[in-house]
């Protein structure tokens, strides 16, 4: 069995951080690993949110972006009701206990159909959570968002993308005169009483405590009553490279690791993507997986609704050993 040695959700000793290649070996049978172990795999306990992803267009390209959203990426075609209406009534049909429908892209609010898309979901009694970077884009919703909040204000939650509490460091992610525009977005879903939180990164190596103060010393600086020391409020997030080495995750891991596979996102939620061209949407894991063929578990919530083979290096780095999970937040 391969020798692992946890650091508190946060990564193993010389191996997450390491800037050394993944071997090409690695993450290739969804039943063993490279050393001929048994693959974890991780089966559904309930569905209890699904994600929509509403796109991968983004009106800004960052540095490290997973999903490599941009101005020009369009893998991921918009969604629209009709491809979202088949999922909310097999949902509804099928008596499942999903209570969230998360919103991501991309960037959701460049989608044209986003607000008949955010009405639907409330309408039907769902929470709804939007991750979005709170700039233009969004702010172009303004108008229907103020109409969404006043009808389903406990409802509808936000949460906004500040890499770093720096300036520097958020642009040096997000490109030039991104941090000010967000900030701006942030203030006013907070000042017209939207439920917002905001999502971090500790791609610089900060200790997490450094990273709450700062966020904390903002959030005081902006007039923005946000506890920077609450994990739903303040997201930190690992960092995904599938290029660098991390170790494969085997059926032992989990108690060697105390982690509960009933807490991972694949346990708990799926997403619905549309490609480009396709005639259907389908349905994936996770929010982390949206291009690999190996990921798709077919067009209905039903077809889905199967273990998932932790096979893929995010499935390591984010999940298992980062602890990460998009579902966590407002």
Excluded at 275 to 296: K, N, S
Aim: charged content about 25%; some cysteine; glycine content about 8%.
């Amino acid at each position: 069995m391969q020798r692992l040695h946890w650091r508190g959700l946060r990564g193993i000793e010389g191996d997450v951080s390491s800037p050394t290649l993944l071997a090409p070996e690695k993450f290739r049978s969804p039943e063993r690993t490279a050393r001929g172990e048994p693959r974890a795999r991780v089966a559904l306990r309930a569905l209890e949110t699904l994600w929509l992803n509403t796109g991968t267009l983004c009106n800004i390209e960052c540095r490290r972006c997973y999903i490599e959203s941009s101005p020009r990426n369009d893998r991921l075609a918009y969604l629209r009701p009709d491809d979202v209406r088949p999922f909310l009534d097999e949902i509804r049909d099928a008596g499942l206990p999903t209570h969230t429908i998360g919103f991501t892209g991309g960037e959701p609010f460049m989608n044209p159909a986003i607000a008949a898309l955010l009405a639907e979901c409330l309408a039907r009694g769902f929470r709804v959570l939007v991750l979005t970077n709170a700039m233009r884009p969004m702010r172009r919703h303004a108008a229907s968002l103020l109409a969404l909040h006043a009808r389903h204000p406990d409802a509808l939650a936000l949460r906004v993308s500040l890499d770093h509490y720096a300036p520097a460091l958020h642009e040096a992610e997000r490109g030039p005169r991104s941090f000010e525009p967000t900030l701006d977005g942030l203030r006013w879903l907070a000042g017209a009483g939207f439920r917002v939180a905001v999502a971090g990164r500790t791609a610089w190596g900060e200790a997490e405590a450094s990273l709450r103060a700062g966020y904390a010393r903002l959030f005081a600086e902006r007039g923005l009553a946000i506890d920077a020391r609450d994990p739903a409020a303040l997201v930190l997030f690992p960092e995904m490279d599938e290029r660098a080495d991390v170790p494969e995750i085997t059926e032992s891991c989990f108690g060697q690791l105390g982690v509960d596979p009933d807490t991972l996102m694949c346990a708990s939620s799926r997403m619905v993507a549309k490609r480009r061209g396709a005639e259907r949407a389908l349905v994936l894991p996770c929010t982390l997986l949206p291009y690999d063929p190996r990921f798709e578990l077919g067009s209905t919530l039903a077809d889905a609704a199967r273990t998932v083979a932790l096979n893929h290096p995010h499935c390591a780095r984010f999940c298992v050993l980062g602890g990460g999970s998009c579902t966590t937040g407002a």
